[in-house]
């Protein structure tokens, strides 16, 4: 399968606390994104990082890119109740199509 | 951002029949859209890809005569379940992409609110 994998599937935390999440896979890329999905709602756009890029900010978001062992992580800084969600990872293959990762339930407890 | 529309947001329709989902960009030139199905609580499949002026291709899977894909202009693309049953109840949900933001492959990729179909 071209899908992505994630881990963990599902993570519970306290507000105030950092939530990481990890995001693999097995083709040549050219970016990797992540996404955000609120309970029955559509998706949306965290923050690319492209291939030649190892790191990245958005406010209390920091993505990481490794491209040797495929593999990149999602970390929330100083997580809010409202950061509940489902994150999904999601790259760029050679064909131009987005393929995403099974995805990592958020839960931040107030 | 460009914005991508997608109609009808909920849909609930009877086994047997058949139900068409609009996606539209509207302030940009789509050659590229891409249908998504998303069941609960579980990722995004990639469908077809929709090309327009030529034939959508399909992922693996997909039945294309079940899923009759449509992209007859610039900035609309229909996917039509046809004959829909109560396994093809789910979330689904196009992209299309911008090409002034990249090359053919690499153009950002705008994505709908997402279309849910319940059959009944």
């Known amino acids: 399968s071209q899908q992505g994998e994630e881990d963990p599937q599902a993570l519970s935390i306290q507000e105030g606390e950092n939530a990481t999440m990890n995001c693999s896979y097995k083709?040549?890329?050219?970016?990797l994104q992540w996404y955000r999905q609120n309970s029955g709602r559509g998706l949306v756009h965290l923050i690319l990082?492209?291939?030649?890029?190892r790191e990245k900010h958005s406010g209390r978001l920091r993505v990481t890119l490794d491209t040797s062992k495929k593999s990149s992580s999602l970390l929330i800084t100083a997580s809010r109740a409202a950061d509940t969600a489902s994150y999904f990872c999601?790259?760029?293959?050679?064909?131009?199509?987005?393929?995403f990762g099974q995805g990592t339930e958020l839960s931040v407890k107030p | 951002g460009a914005v991508v529309s997608q109609h009808p947001s909920r849909v609930i329709c009877k086994s047997g029949t058949s139900v068409k989902i609009e996606c539209r960009s509207l302030?940009?030139?789509?050659?590229?859209m891409f249908w998504y199905r998303q069941f609960p609580k579980q990722s995004l499949m990639l469908m077809a890809t929709?090309?327009?002026?030529?034939?959508?291709?399909?992922e693996q899977g997909v039945e294309k005569d079940k899923f009759l894909i449509n992209h007859a202009s610039l900035t609309l693309s229909t996917l039509t379940v046809t004959s829909a049953h109560p396994e093809d109840s789910s979330f689904y949900i196009c992209?299309?992409?911008?090409?002034?933001?990249?090359?053919?492959?690499?153009?950002?990729?705008?994505f709908g609110e997402g279309s849910r179909l319940t059959v009944l």
């Open positions: 929709s090309n327009e002026g030529s034939k959508a291709t399909y």
């Open positions: 992209s299309a992409r911008d090409r002034r933001t990249g090359t053919a492959n690499t153009g950002e990729l705008f």
């Open positions: 999601a790259f760029l293959n050679q064909g131009g199509k987005l393929i």
């Open positions: 302030d940009f030139q789509a050659t590229t």
């Open positions: 990082i492209r291939s030649n890029e």
């Open positions: 083709t040549s890329i050219n970016n």
